[in-house]
């Protein structure tokens, strides 16, 4: 398929999942294995599944991880606002995060659309073989 590491919106998840790992050193020790790890892992895993679905077997695949990747960067915007509204996270640093959050899930969903776009446009191009042609089914 392609190299993630070309693609503008891997390269912002990552910087983002950076300082989030950054910025999560400083929240309580009783965290660690609670809000810090799964604020970390949501963060990380927009920038995996961008990873994973680049290295699948076509645009369907990359779209489905695209599509998980945009369900990790909900799931990172709300726990930013519970790590805000618990004092942990610097009310500063979670307006940065949620503007950069913002972008990339624009990015992820404007590079879904062409994604399934091209999708459609090969799936159009493909011939049809003589079964196909002589079905008649309501979906088509």
Known sequence: MQDFENLIVWRKAHDLTLAVYKAS???PAEERFGLTS???RATSSIATNIA?????GGNNDFARFL???LGSASEAKYLM??????????????????SRIN??????TALQSR????????Q???PRSADQENRNEPWE
Request: hydrophobic share 40%; proline share 2%; net charge positive.
């Open 25 to 27: 050193a400083s929240f």
């Open 67 to 69: 599509q998980i990747a």
């Open 103 to 108: 972008e990339i899930m624009r990015m992820l």
């Open 124 to 126: 159009q191009r493909t």
């Open 81 to 98: 606002l519970l790590t805000t509204d618990l004092g942990y996270l610097p009310r500063e640093l979670h307006v940065d995060f949620r």
């Open 38 to 40: 799964q604020l970390r």
């Open 115 to 122: 994604t399934r776009a091209t999708l459609r446009v090969v």
């Open 52 to 56: 994973e679905g680049c290295g699948r």
